[in-house]
C-alpha cells in the first residue's frame, strides 16, 4: 500500500505472478497458499490497466501518482 510520506506498506503474504498468451489473449495468471487464477488482459497502457476476471467482472488501475500538498 502507498504511504503519504512516497513509502509502501507490505505484508508477508506472497503472490507468485506470470502472464501468459493463451490463443491470442493475454492473461495474468496468480498462485497464492490459497489458491490459482487469472485474469484477461483487456487493455495496457503507461498508465491504465484493465482486467477481466471468469465472471466477466472489469478491474480498473491507475498508475500510482505520490501525494503531495505542494
Do not use: A, C, H
Not at 17 to 24: F, K, L, W, Y
Amino acid at each position: 500500500m502507498p504511504q503519504l510520506d512516497g513509502t509502501y506498506k507490505t505484508n508477508n503474504l506472497k503472490e507468485e505472478i506470470s502472464i501468459s498468451n493463451e490463443n491470442g489473449s493475454y492473461f495474468v495468471n496468480y498462485t497464492t497458499s490459497y489458491g490459482k487464477w487469472k485474469e484477461e488482459i483487456i487493455e495496457i497502457q503507461d498508465s491504465v490497466l484493465v482486467l477481466k476476471n471468469k465472471d466477466d467482472l472489469e478491474y480498473n488501475y491507475k498508475r500510482y501518482k505520490p501525494f503531495s500538498l505542494k
